[in-house]
């Protein structure tokens, strides 16, 4: 397990360092969640009632963006080739990568998210369990995106296609995680079934994402 | 001696060292007498002794604006004159300026609940604060995406003069946003005319923010200036020690 955990700190510390854009993703959701307002209204009723929605929404494209330089810096400098030429199997080499990936990018947004729904006028009450909802979901996100960022470094593009390729496969992640934010907040369905929905759609992307992405990287960069 | 003379880092670096703990003084003492008065300042006899919160939510604000200025005009040094200490302005009076922008919006979150009920009301004068704060955050992540130092401060530089022009228009369309959708009715902004018992105080607070900034300021400069020789040391070391091996 150590070429696991050594890849893992390795990948978060060039995140953290100088050109590697970690809190990029946080400050991307701050800037799409501000945006909303200038778009909708500053009803204070109206932005509480979708707030949940613009909070998920702004999660997902932020970790979306961030999933660009998942693989795509490693295959530039030649790193990528000698991960799978490695003793690690190259799906425990992704999921190390994707863990990391979440930890500087996919936690941030959970962090701050509070700050965020207080902005929108959401109830304070139920921000801890918003915020829940995220931190339960946004595994998920980088996992099914994980798979896109493989097809696109396999591909040598990147960009859109990458969000044309993952955004229908994050609409369960959606769906539930707001759902589950809702009840949260308004109710009067109950939290515990989308939320528990929420953390499988998390649990098997994280067995399925490294295999899928695994594969493609070893049939595109051959 | 002339004023040029001031731009050589070398010699700028020694008149700080000078010039600094003076400035960190008069600026300990006029924060001293500046929260004294505030604190024998009257309570407004609406909202109390939350007022308060003013002196220095007020001052700040004038500042985040200000650092605008400061790092525009370091922004026309560096692009026009290419000069290294005009980038180590601009570069120091970034973060400062954020994090002046951040306290003005937190006081006001703070101040806003008590009076309006709410932490956050998206309100011509608050958003267009946390737009500037938006700005402000992009400066920094340029600087923190650079690698090279020179071009990453030449590309901040022109930000921050894009945004010099743009900071106006922004707040203007903000304005006409928030009056499109709902009227002023929500809540009135400030007193008719402020009462010179309130006013000297702040006008005080306003001046001690502003040492404090020119503290800072200075201090990240020195800072920043050392950082470089560090980093090229370093890289002499670097190269000298490929030399040795090769």
Same mark, same amino acid.
């Not at chain 1, 990936?101 to 918003?130: C, D, R």
């Not at chain 2, 500042?63 to 370091?74: F, H, R, T, Y």
């Not at chain 2, 600087?143 to 022109?158: H, K, L, M, Q, V």
């Given at each position: 397990?150590? &070429?696991?955990? !050594?890849?893992?700190?390795?990948?978060?510390?060039?995140?953290?360092?100088?050109?590697?854009?970690?809190?990029?993703?946080?400050?991307?959701?701050?800037?799409?969640? /501000?945006?909303?307002?200038?778009?909708?209204?500053?009803?204070?009723?109206?932005?509480?009632?979708?707030?949940?929605?613009?909070?998920?929404?702004?999660?997902?494209?932020?970790?979306?963006?961030?999933?660009?330089?998942?693989?795509?810096?490693?295959?530039?400098?030649?790193?990528?080739?000698?991960?799978?030429?490695? *003793?690690?199997?190259?799906?425990?080499?992704?999921? #190390?990568?994707?863990?990391?990936?979440?930890?500087?990018?996919?936690? +941030?947004?959970?962090?701050?998210?509070?700050?965020?729904?207080?902005?929108?006028?959401?109830?304070?009450?139920?921000?801890?369990?918003?915020?829940?909802?995220?931190? &339960?979901?946004?595994? #998920? $996100?980088?996992?099914?995106?994980?798979?896109?960022?493989?097809?696109?470094?396999?591909?040598?593009?990147?960009?859109?296609?990458?969000?044309?390729?993952?955004?229908?496969?994050?609409? +369960?992640?959606?769906?539930?995680?707001?759902? #589950?934010?809702? #009840?949260?907040?308004?109710?009067?369905? =109950?939290?515990? +079934?989308?939320?528990?929905?929420?953390?499988?759609?998390?649990?098997?992307?994280?067995?399925?994402?490294?295999?899928? &992405?695994?594969?493609?990287?070893?049939?595109?960069?051959? | 001696?002339?004023?040029?003379?001031?731009?050589? =880092?070398?010699?700028?670096?020694?008149?700080?060292?000078?010039?600094?703990?003076? $400035?960190?003084?008069? /600026?300990?003492?006029?924060?001293?007498?500046?929260?004294?008065?505030?604190?024998?300042?009257?309570?407004?006899?609406?909202?109390?002794?939350?007022?308060?919160?003013?002196?220095?939510?007020?001052?700040?604000?004038?500042?985040?604006?200000?650092?605008?200025?400061?790092?525009?005009?370091?922004?026309?040094? /560096?692009?026009?004159?290419?000069?290294?200490?005009?980038?180590?302005?601009?570069?120091?009076?970034?973060?400062?300026?954020?994090?002046?922008?951040?306290?003005?919006?937190?006081?006001?979150?703070?101040?806003?609940?008590?009076?309006?009920?709410?932490?956050?009301?998206?309100?011509?004068?608050?958003?267009?604060?946390?737009?500037?704060?938006? $700005?402000?955050? *992009?400066?920094?992540?340029?600087?923190?995406?650079?690698?090279?130092?020179?071009? *990453? !401060?030449?590309?901040?530089?022109?930000? @921050?003069?894009?945004?010099?022009?743009?900071?106006?228009?922004?707040?203007?369309?903000?304005?006409?946003?928030?009056?499109?959708?709902?009227?002023?009715?929500?809540?009135?902004?400030?007193? !008719?005319?402020?009462?010179?018992?309130?006013?000297?105080?702040?006008?005080?607070?306003?001046?001690?923010?502003?040492?404090?900034?020119?503290?800072?300021?200075? @201090?990240?400069?020195?800072?920043?200036?050392?950082?470089?020789?560090?980093?090229?040391?370093?890289?002499?070391?670097?190269?000298?020690?490929?030399?040795?091996?090769?």
């Amino acid at each position: 397990m150590n &070429a696991f955990t !050594s890849l893992l700190v390795r990948d978060m510390r060039i995140s953290v360092r100088v050109g590697g854009g970690a809190l990029m993703g946080a400050l991307f959701f701050l800037i799409v969640v /501000t945006m909303m307002p200038f778009a909708i209204g500053p009803d204070l009723a109206l932005l509480a009632r979708i707030g949940p929605a613009i909070l998920w929404l702004g999660a997902l494209l932020a970790s979306l963006l961030a999933l660009d330089r998942l693989f795509a810096t490693d295959h530039d400098d030649g790193s990528l080739d000698l991960l799978m030429m490695g *003793g690690l199997p190259l799906e425990l080499a992704v999921a #190390a990568k994707a863990i990391a990936h979440w930890l500087t990018t996919g936690l +941030p947004l959970v962090v701050i998210t509070p700050v965020l729904g207080l902005m929108l006028n959401v109830e304070l009450g139920a921000m801890g369990w918003v915020s829940l909802t995220l931190l &339960a979901g946004t595994p #998920a $996100l980088t996992f099914i995106g994980l798979i896109g960022a493989a097809l696109s470094v396999a591909l040598r593009r990147g960009g859109l296609l990458l969000a044309v390729l993952v955004l229908p496969l994050t609409i +369960p992640v959606l769906i539930f995680g707001v759902a #589950a934010a809702n #009840a949260a907040i308004v109710g009067p369905a =109950p939290f515990a +079934p989308p939320f528990t929905i929420l953390c499988a759609l998390s649990l098997a992307s994280f067995v399925l994402g490294p295999i899928a &992405a695994a594969a493609t990287l070893r049939h595109g960069l051959e | 001696m002339p004023v040029i003379d001031l731009a050589n =880092p070398t010699r700028f670096l020694s008149i700080i060292s000078r010039v600094l703990p003076w $400035l960190a003084a008069a /600026t300990v003492l006029l924060f001293a007498f500046g929260l004294a008065r505030v604190m024998t300042a009257p309570d407004d006899y609406q909202q109390g002794a939350t007022v308060k919160i003013m002196y220095l939510h007020v001052p700040t604000a004038w500042l985040s604006m200000m650092c605008w200025g400061v790092m525009s005009m370091a922004a026309l040094g /560096t692009l026009v004159w290419r000069h290294p200490l005009a980038d180590v302005a601009g570069k120091a009076a970034a973060p400062i300026g954020a994090a002046f922008t951040f306290i003005c919006l937190i006081t006001g979150s703070l101040w806003g609940r008590p009076t309006w009920g709410t932490y956050w009301v998206w309100d011509a004068r608050l958003t267009s604060m946390l737009v500037l704060f938006l $700005l402000y955050l *992009g400066v920094l992540a340029l600087y923190w995406t650079a690698e090279d130092p020179g071009r *990453g !401060s030449r590309a901040a530089a022109i930000l @921050a003069l894009v945004g010099a022009v743009n900071i106006p228009i922004i707040k203007f369309s903000v304005e006409y946003w928030n009056t499109l959708h709902q009227p002023a009715s929500l809540f009135r902004k400030g007193g !008719s005319a402020i009462d010179p018992s309130i006013l000297i105080p702040l006008l005080i607070m306003a001046g001690a923010f502003t040492l404090l900034f020119f503290t800072l300021h200075f @201090a990240a400069m020195r800072n920043e200036i050392l950082r470089r020789r560090v980093r090229s040391m370093r890289l002499m070391q670097a190269q000298e020690l490929a030399k040795a091996r090769s």
